[in-house]
């Protein structure tokens, strides 16, 4: 907690310009809250912004009441963090410390004054920020995920809550350390998040947690949306920030995290801008605030079953449910930018040790698995390569499985060439893994490998395998609106007899990135083609305009 209470130290220091506060004062009203009164609760809807005047207000530590960090916010300073701009909730519990004095603006007229003051935009995103990222460094405990550390339903909370970014801290149930048995008397002995002191999530959920935090709230409201981007991949990201930019009113919808296949990469070494590499989380996170400052939404976790066109020509979005009622999202333009999912392998047991021992992703989140272990990767594309570099850190020795004789063709050069040189790492090539054993956990693999001295079997004993092979692409959804090939990628440009490169064979429907037929399967190319398509979008909108008078 010291970094983040620095943190908020040192923005003190940094007041918004006399002519900023004069601007949120004409849209916001004066308030007085008296010392230890809360002025923001955790669950509370962040839909206003609140600068101080006169006076300091705390953090409070839900469970006991008393202060949680030794800073404070005094004058010249102002409450949030970055969920403000996607009207998340509140995840800390805020009290006046003594009389304070403030200025309260509705949130949206606070983000159409942050719109026309590109300055006053800058201070205040950088400072969120700068807050929701060193409180999920520092672990923030207001919410708190506790169940069987092996358990692949806390898996799932967990990662969704990490790879979005939101702080948490985390209980094994298992455990024997004092604060864990404190903790998990709370509840007994069964999976819950606990959020704040009162609010109690059992039996939890990726689409439960994200509801009460706000990001699965009021979506169905509003009127016919300019564009839905579907899928929250690099692609996706980097269309959302154009989108937004350009003025187009864009919803994203994605049904895991933010960052898609590319979030799940612990580091991406050949991205331009970033010599020393970035996680895929962290590169798409970024953007993910850069399209909010521009008013783009994004909803997560929600899956697209089906859609439809309606007569006017807008499109309509049906989507999952959770037993009361799917709901339908309508747009007048659609960008596909689903990308793809890694295949399951046909192999008994697999669906029963998925989170058990079987993962498709290699983040710090399963890396903790690894350790005095030995490690199993399949596929020999460049996130397999990433995920053998970054796991052989924590494992005894990693084992990367390739179908093929080279990794040439399916890998950067220098990835390949520095897995070839690490002792850490044993590179199986012609070789595919035949069975899985273990029944509450994965125990060991059989590997199966040929040459020309004909196949051998071998059984590695493994608590962790990652796999990451081929390209699944999800557009079912699509209900044969637009036309895909014969693996289900979307057909664009010449290949759907459409001059536009991203362009389908449904007007006003638009796809890029790793989903489309032919494209190139890298994270830059995502983003070019997220970035160059809304151009087309919006010119297509405007036509339609045209048509419509």
């Known amino acids: 907690m010291e970094t983040l209470g620095q943190d908020l130290e040192t923005m003190r220091r940094v007041p918004l310009a006399p002519e900023h506060v004069a601007a949120i004062c004409d849209i916001g009203g004066e308030r007085v809250y008296e010392a230890g009164e809360i002025v923001s609760d955790i669950g509370d809807p962040m839909d206003t912004f609140t600068y101080i005047l006169d006076g300091e207000i705390e953090v409070v530590d839900p469970h006991t009441g008393d202060r949680m960090l030794p800073s404070t916010l005094g004058p010249t300073q102002f409450m949030g963090e970055i969920g403000f701009l996607n009207r998340s909730t509140n995840i800390m519990r805020m009290r006046a410390a003594v009389d304070t004095r403030v200025i309260e603006a509705p949130r949206e007229a606070m983000l159409a004054l942050m719109s026309r003051v590109p300055e006053l935009s800058d201070h205040i995103i950088t400072v969120f920020a700068a807050r929701r990222r060193r409180q999920f460094e520092a672990n923030n405990d207001t ?46 002995h069964e999976p819950a998040v606990i959020l704040g002191a009162k609010n109690r999530l059992a039996d939890p959920t990726p689409r439960k947690v994200a509801q009460y935090l706000g990001l699965d709230l009021d979506i169905c409201a509003q009127r016919t949306y300019d564009l839905l981007i579907v899928g929250g991949g690099p692609a996706g990201v980097a269309a959302a920030v154009y989108a ?30 970033f010599p ?18 521009f008013g783009t939404r994004f909803v997560m976790p929600r899956r697209i079953e089906a859609m439809s066109q309606r007569a006017d020509g807008a499109f309509c979005a049906t989507l999952d449910s ?64 990433q995920a053998a570099m970054f796991l052989s850190r924590s494992a005894r020795h990693v084992h990367l499985v390739v179908r093929s004789g080279s990794l040439a063709a399916s890998m950067s050069s220098y990835l390949s060439q520095r897995l070839e040189a690490d002792p850490r790492v044993t590179i199986h090539y012609h070789s595919e893994v035949t069975a899985l054993d273990g ?7 059989t590997l199966k490998t040929g040459g020309d001295t004909g196949d051998s ?35 664009t440009g010449a290949a759907a007899d459409q001059a536009d490169d991203y362009a389908t064979t449904a007007p006003g429907i638009f796809a890029v990135g790793d989903v489309r037929a032919g494209s190139v399967k890298r994270v830059a190319s995502a983003v070019g083609e997220g970035s160059v398509v809304v151009s087309r979008i919006w010119q297509y909108l405007e036509d339609t305009r045209l048509a419509e008078t």
């Open 276 to 293: 020393t590499g970035i996680s895929g989380t962290d590169l798409t996170w970024r953007g993910q605030v850069q399209a909010m400052k």
């Open 322 to 385: 959770d037993g009361s009622g799917g709901d339908e999202i309508c747009a007048r333009a659609v960008l596909v930018a689903t990308g793809v999912q890694y295949r399951r392998l046909p192999l008994a047991n697999l669906e029963e040790l998925e989170g058990a021992g079987v993962f498709y992703s290699a983040t710090e989140m399963e890396a903790r698995f690894c350790s005095n272990t030995e490690v199993v990767v399949i596929g020999g594309g460049n996130s397999a390569g």
């Open 439 to 445: 029944e509450k956990w994965l125990e060991s693999i």
């Open 143 to 188: 919410i708190k995920v506790i169940g069987a550390d092996r358990d692949p339903q806390v898996q799932a909370v967990e990662r969704f809550l990490s790879r979005n970014r939101i702080p948490f801290q985390s209980y094994d149930i298992d455990a024997t350390d004092r604060e864990t048995v404190q903790v998990c008397s709370l509840i007994g």
């Open 457 to 491: 079997d071998q059984r590695i004993a493994t608590r962790a395998l990652f796999i990451m092979i081929g390209a699944a692409p999800n557009t079912g959804w699509l209900s044969g609106l637009a036309a895909t090939d014969s693996k289900g990628f979307v057909l």
């Open 244 to 273: 937004g930019s350009e003025g187009i009113e864009a919803l994203v919808i994605e049904d895991t995290a933010i960052g898609g296949q590319a979030g799940t990469s612990s580091r991406i070494e050949n991205y331009m801008g």
